[in-house]
């Protein structure tokens, strides 16, 4: 039996080598058997700022944009509307009117201290009933909140000239709108039907 010459054990410690760079993840040289990125699975990074909004887009949808539908009123009973708005829902209509966040640190910087929340009904009724598409028959029940924020109004300029300006007695209004739905009629909700 003979000895396998230098020219072989070159090509097989290169074609090990290969095997092994290519299996590692670590060369994207070389085709690999599964999905690959290539020169795009290099992160890139994000501001913080695009991720904050598109988790308060999300949080707001989940929250605030769906309207509730709820059984029939009864006959008789005093309708009462849902809860009033959270202070997590007026501050995001407050940022959203007026926004706070964002600002550029040291150079200008504006915050809200000592917030305080009053929160009126201003308005509770209901409408007659009407056919609703993808709903059927519902009246829809209004309530509207009149909501007074009292707040420290603090803004910070670093630039050309560092100074401070507080206003004690901040104030601004927000008005929220509760609509929810309410069924009319013998309402099936299909909990004891068989299949």
């Known amino acids: 039996m003979s000895r396998p010459n230098q020219f ?3 090509a097989l410690s290169a074609v090990f ?3 092994v760079l290519s299996t590692s993840g670590c060369y994207w040289g070389l085709p690999t058997l599964g999905p690959s990125l290539a020169p795009f699975s290099v992160p890139i990074p994000v501001s913080p700022l695009l991720s904050k909004r598109k988790e308060d887009e999300f949080w707001q949808k989940e929250r605030y944009d769906r309207v509730p539908i709820l059984g029939p009123v009864t006959s008789g ?3 009462v509307a849902l809860d009033p708005p959270s202070d997590d829902e007026v501050m995001r209509a407050l940022e ?3 926004p706070v966040q964002g600002g550029i640190p040291i150079l200008y910087e504006h915050n809200r201290n000592d ?3 009053v929160k009126e009904k201003i308005a509770d009724y209901i409408d007659p009933p009407r056919v609703y598409p993808m709903i059927g028959p519902a009246q829809q029940h209004h309530a509207h909140y009149k909501c007074t924020v009292y707040y420290q109004d ?4 670093g630039w050309p000239v560092p100074h401070t300006l507080t206003d004690e007695d901040a104030r601004e209004v927000i008005y929220v709108d509760h609509n929810h739905l309410h069924m009319v009629g013998n309402v099936d909700t ?3 039907s068989q299949f």
């Open 17 to 19: 080598a290969l095997s």
């Open 96 to 98: 959203k009117a007026q």
């Open 115 to 117: 917030v305080r929340i």
């Open 77 to 79: 009973a005093e309708v």
């Open 154 to 157: 603090v803004r910070r300029v």
């Open 8 to 10: 072989t054990m070159m």
């Open 190 to 192: 299909g909990e004891g």
